[in-house]
Nanobody
Framework: QVQLVESGGGLVQAGGSLRLSCAAS????????MAWFRQAPGKEREFVAA????????NYADSVKGRFTISRDNAKNTVYLQMNSLKPEDTAVYYC??????????????WGQGTQVTVSS
């Protein structure tokens, strides 16, 4: 059974930084691409960033490119999201996801419970 547990969310002022972590268990972690999504109040869940199984390929939403960095430590079964230069519009619940497929980034079938990030102006 796949389990994804996010941590690291909190309240930060605009311009600040946070690092989110997602600890995974249940499948061989280093086989699968991972991703971060977010959902703001009243909005649909949106893609933030993804990383391939070995970390050689990353993708980012345009809204976070240059400010956020996704990384992974396969020895620790953990994926990270370093968020810098945070803006109030980054406020959302952030979710970790694991790809169903080994070969592709997505579909994203496995989800964590989410961690709240609030950016004050």
């Amino acid at each position: 059974q796949v389990q994804l547990v996010e941590s690291g969310g909190g309240l930060v002022q605009a311009g600040g930084s946070l690092r989110l972590s997602c600890a995974a268990s249940g499948r061989t972690f280093n086989y699968y691409p991972m991703a971060w999504f977010r959902q703001a109040p009243g909005k649909e869940r949106e893609f933030v960033a993804a990383i391939s199984s070995r970390g050689s390929t990353t993708n980012y939403a345009d809204s976070v490119k240059g400010r956020f960095t996704i990384s992974r430590d396969n020895a620790k079964n953990t994926v990270y999201l370093q968020m810098n230069s945070l803006k109030p519009e980054d406020t959302a619940v952030y979710y970790c996801a694991q790809s169903t497929s080994i070969a592709t980034m997505g579909p994203w079938h496995y989800w964590g419970q989410g961690t709240q990030v609030t950016v004050s102006s």
